[in-house]
């Protein structure tokens, strides 16, 4: 299978995952639900967020605040589309990190297209800290931004390597 073909299947695999742990979520949760995983550590609960990552936004009342989200979205889908399109060019870790990033964006946004509001329901944290509650899609993200840094900080070094030879 080419690297492209792989890039796409792996973006479809994460898009079909975080809409299936959407939904069960959705269907089985009431607002507000919590359901403990680990004590102490991680629970499932139903939360929606109009506004992007970490709730930036969600307390904007502007009418357009879905239409200008959706449509940023989009763009950044359309650019990392062409990324993807071009992935035979790029480093294991740049093809792996677009292909996440590519699946989350379009989990999140077809939430967004939907609904307006994004699902989330990861809830993890220690006694009373809780970090944002997230979604498989943002975790993909996260990840895949992860693997391009990695990528950048061995691209670096290899660099550096070369000139150090030269």
């Given amino acids: 299978m080419n690297r492209r073909w792989l890039a796409l299947a792996t973006s479809l695999g994460i898009f079909a995952a975080d809409r299936g742990t959407k939904w069960l979520i959705e269907s089985r949760f009431d607002f507000f639900d919590t359901k403990t995983v680990i004590p102490g550590f991680f629970n499932l609960?139903?939360?929606?967020?109009?506004?992007?990552?970490?709730?930036?936004?969600?307390?904007?009342?502007?009418?357009?605040?879905?239409l200008a989200l959706v449509s940023v979205s989009v763009v950044?889908?359309?650019?990392?589309?062409?990324?993807?399109?071009?992935?035979?060019k790029q480093d294991r870790y740049t093809a792996a990190g677009i292909s996440l990033i590519f699946g989350g964006a379009l989990g999140n946004v077809f939430d967004r297209v939907r609904s307006g509001r994004v699902t989330d329901f990861i809830d993890l944290y220690l006694g009373d800290y809780h970090w944002y509650i997230f979604n498989l899609a943002d975790?993909?993200?996260?990840?895949?931004?992860?693997?391009?840094?990695?990528?950048?900080?061995?691209?670096?070094k290899a660099m550096k390597r070369s000139e150090a030879g030269a």
Avoid: Q, Y
Wanted: glycine share 8%; hydrophobic share 55%; with cysteine.
């Fill in 76 to 88: 950044a889908i359309l650019v990392l589309a062409t990324l993807l399109w071009k992935i035979e």
């Fill in 139 to 156: 975790a993909a993200i996260c990840i895949g931004a992860g693997l391009l840094i990695l990528s950048m900080i061995l691209s670096d």
């Fill in 45 to 66: 609960v139903r939360s929606e967020n109009p506004g992007v990552a970490f709730g930036i936004f969600a307390d904007t009342v502007s009418h357009n605040r879905t």
